[in-house]
């Protein structure tokens, strides 16, 4: 109850997202408070806001309710693979442009098998069991888990027909700084990535910043600047690779799960199809 209310903001929204009427989830909150001693929420124009109180309570259910969820799907371990819930998580690049059209057959094949795809850069913690499988895009260190390496994704710089255009083609990484660059905000390893692969310097000024990679995809594609981008994904949008024999680095692909999801059929044999559908994408894209 605390979680719906917390996560929706309002009674009637945690009545929803529980499927019960909102007076009885006004019940069970009163219960909840009488029980705890502790009032949970106050009223504000914007719902439901929670109490200094509460916000000390919430790390501590939020990990029971990843317990709970993680529970439930081991508990689950039927000998069919065509039930039960399999979890992914991977970041928004892979899991937007990549990862939906490799998991087409293995859904076709199970489709009473309920996938669960979490998506973004926040890397959800295998070894708690946040998540049944994960691919990343550095090698996982959580103890107890199983990873594989299935390839290496080569990343290159891009810019539409547009864009060239306009700007003109770089024949150096020197004249390509001069022009318009698309690069990160705020967030500094990104940052440093670039600058020890050589694209820019520290202090490189981006005309379009921004952290989140799909962000700086659809600038590509609207022909806002040159940018980053993995060759095979700009090259499913008609994105022209610049300076290909100048620049490029590769980053490593791998697939992980906790070692105990190996007993549950249905998570042990996504880990096996993900895995070889990664490898088969890498590796037919290597060029």
């Not at 969820?69 to 039930?83: I, P, Y």
């Not at 069991?129 to 299935?150: G, H």
């Given at each position: 109850?605390?979680l ?5 903001g309002?009674?009637s929204?945690?009545?929803k997202?529980l499927?019960?009427?909102q007076?009885t989830?006004?019940?069970r ?34 990990a029971?309710?990843l317990?709970?969820?993680?529970f ?6 039927e ?16 899991g937007?442009?990549?990862l939906p059209?490799l ?22 913690d295998?070894?708690?069991l946040q ?12 103890a107890d888990?199983?990873v594989?390496?299935v390839?290496s994704?080569?990343?290159g710089v ?5 864009c060239?255009e ?8 020197t004249?390509?700084?001069q ?9 500094s390893?990104?940052l ?15 005309a379009?910043?921004t952290?989140?990679?799909l962000?700086?995809l659809?600038?590509?594609?609207a ?8 060759i095979?994904?700009a ?13 490029g ?8 799960m906790?070692?105990d999801?190996?007993?549950i ?12 559908e ?5 590796r037919?894209?290597?060029?």
């Amino acid at each position: 109850m605390f979680l719906a209310v917390l996560r929706s903001g309002s009674l009637s929204g945690a009545s929803k997202l529980l499927g019960i009427a909102q007076a009885t989830a006004r019940r069970r909150l009163d219960h909840l408070e009488q029980t705890l001693g502790l009032s949970l929420f106050t009223r504000t124009p914007s719902g439901l806001t929670p109490t200094s109180g509460a916000q000390r309570l919430i790390d501590h259910v939020e990990a029971m309710d990843l317990a709970a969820q993680a529970f439930n799907r081991a508990a689950s371990a039927e000998t069919s693979v065509d039930h039960g819930t399999v979890r992914l998580t991977c970041g928004e690049l892979l899991g937007v442009e990549v990862l939906p059209a490799l998991l087409r057959n293995f859904h076709y094949d199970h489709p009473g098998l309920k996938l669960e795809l979490s998506i973004g850069d926040a890397l959800e913690d295998i070894a708690r069991l946040q998540s049944d499988i994960a691919v990343r895009l550095m090698r996982p260190m959580e103890a107890d888990i199983v990873v594989r390496r299935v390839g290496s994704l080569r990343i290159g710089v891009h810019a539409s027909a547009e864009c060239l255009e306009r700007y003109g083609e770089p024949v150096s990484l020197t004249s390509l700084r001069q022009r318009p660059l698309i690069g990160p905000d705020r967030r500094s390893a990104d940052l440093r990535r670039l600058v020890e692969a050589g694209l820019c310097e520290a202090d490189q000024h981006f005309a379009i910043a921004t952290d989140h990679h799909l962000a700086q995809l659809a600038a590509l594609k609207a022909g806002l600047c040159f940018g980053l981008c993995p060759i095979p994904i700009a090259r499913s949008h008609g994105l022209i690779h610049v300076l290909p024999d100048s620049f490029g680095f590769e980053v490593e692909v791998w697939i992980a799960m906790h070692s105990d999801l190996r007993k549950i059929k249905r998570i042990a044999k996504a880990f096996e199809v993900v895995g070889e559908e990664l490898h088969h994408y890498l590796r037919s894209n290597a060029h």
